[in-house]
């Protein structure tokens, strides 16, 4: 009997996610961690600068790059 490897490949898009909430987009450019709160995310970019903001992850869509929150 032959095993057979099956490998995924997905395509990703190049470039940084957006972080959508209603009609608002914003880059998430030098954002390094994003940590989940109960109605809140909290945003630590690569300098260490932490912003939070209200809301909670409802997708996260790899294939076009983008978080949305509700």
Do not use: W
Request: charged content about 25%; hydrophobic content about 40%; some cysteine.
């Amino acid at each position: 009997m032959h095993s057979f490897r099956r490998k995924l490949f997905m395509c990703f898009n190049d470039g940084s996610f957006l972080l959508v909430q209603g009609d608002n987009e914003s880059s998430l450019d030098n954002i390094a961690t994003i940590i989940p709160g109960k109605n809140s995310l909290k945003m630590i970019d690569i300098y260490g600068k932490k912003n939070e903001i209200t809301g909670t992850i409802e997708e996260i869509d790899f294939l076009n790059n983008r978080i949305v929150l509700s």
